[in-house]
């Protein structure tokens, strides 16, 4: 008997033939696409999902109370709770909507930065993406506290036993990425979680590389904070997640004014609104909430340790390949990493001038 939520096993043929991108020629042969870190394509579904809120639902949400604005209020909302089933958070009201990684870690800094003071301390690590690198720089000059950055080995791995020294009672937020975007290294985020909370510092973990090739649980987890861009996991550009425990949340001050956060407003006061809404100021992304719930389903659906096996033969495959050319070296050789194929070619400048 066939389970209702059973996945399908791995077929790359199959897989590729959802993608209409896939199926056209560039420079007289079959697209390869091997960008998928910087952002992946979209499989049909997700396609039609878009193209059907523009040409059957587009509403705005949360206000109006004719048909075409309940059933996208029903939509997007339905999407939170795809997205929060797939995460396995406690409640939906966890799951914010952003425009992407990059919003969803300044919205922590400048909301959770609130309510840091002078001398608190932040650790993020040597292989951040500058998104995770930079809102930490400029709360840190506002509110005068100190970043310390876990340095990584020649492999590319994290030093741990640094990480433990630079944790202290000052340390009031850790903030590390679950997969490297440029080393594919998969970072021992239980751990680091773990330590961090014996210090009561909060975790923000970076799962743009990760959320589309490891199961997350965030509540198993127990991760503060967790984020995410759709553009990443085969939805649109634009619509991103930021996860985050209901009582930190709760705690932390509204980020954005304006629209939907807000319960009531006079010219002397205004109640905000409770969560997930207290952090969605204005009219938001709608068709992109909408389509990353589709993605989301989509995934869902997929033989994740069946394409991990398939995603691990290919890295293989192109890491000997490329060994075999002069002047080539791998950049990140971890132990646990994904897929990610880094290299620099020596002399490459000259490579170029004698192509020319
Ligand atoms: C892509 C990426 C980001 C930034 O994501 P945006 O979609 O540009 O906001 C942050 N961290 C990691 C690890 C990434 O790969």
């Known amino acids: 008997m066939i389970k209702e939520n059973s996945v399908i096993p791995f077929d790359v043929n199959a897989c590729r033939a959802v993608f209409p991108a896939l199926q056209q020629e560039v420079y007289g042969k079959k697209l390869i696409y091997f960008d998928n870190g910087a952002t992946s394509q979209k499989p049909q579904v997700v396609i039609d999902s878009i193209e059907n809120y523009y040409s059957k639902e587009n509403s705005n949400i949360h206000r109006g109370v004719h ?39 300044n919205l922590i800094a400048s909301s959770f930065g609130e309510l840091l003071i002078e001398g608190d301390e932040i650790i993020i690590s040597a292989m951040e993406h500058h998104s995770n690198i930079v809102p930490w720089q400029m709360l840190c000059e506002r509110k005068k506290c100190l970043l310390k950055v876990i340095p990584i080995n020649e492999k590319g791995e994290l030093k741990m036993d640094v990480f433990e020294k630079l944790l202290s009672d000052k340390t009031k937020l850790v903030s590390v990425t679950h997969i490297s975007n440029t080393l594919g290294t998969i970072n021992p985020i239980e751990k680091i979680i773990r330590l961090s909370h014996e210090h009561n510092a909060k975790v923000v973990i970076d799962g743009a590389q990760s959320i589309q090739h490891i199961a997350v649980d965030v509540q198993n987890l127990d991760c503060d904070f967790y984020v995410f861009s759709g553009h990443k996991v085969f939805g649109p550009t634009g619509v991103g997640i930021m996860y985050g425990k209901k009582d930190i949340l709760n705690a932390m001050p509204p980020y954005q004014g304006g629209g939907d956060m807000i319960k009531t407003v006079t010219f002397e006061k205004t109640t905000y609104n409770e969560l997930p809404h207290k952090f969605e100021a204005g009219t938001p992304n709608i068709s992109g909430g909408i389509c990353l719930g589709t993605a989301i389903e989509y995934l869902s659906k997929l033989d994740i340790v069946g394409i991990q096996k398939h995603e691990n033969h290919l890295a293989k495959y192109a890491e000997i390949q490329l060994l075999n050319i002069e002047g080539v070296r791998l950049i990140g050789t971890a132990k646990d990493k994904t897929s990610v194929v880094s290299f620099i070619v020596k002399n490459y400048i000259h490579l170029i001038l004698e192509l020319y």
């Open 67 to 105: 048909h075409l604005s309940q059933m996208a209020t029903d939509k997007y909302e339905g999407a939170r709770q795809s997205i929060q089933k797939y995460m396995n958070a406690y409640s939906s009201d966890e799951i914010i909507f952003t425009s992407g990684t990059t919003a969803a870690i």
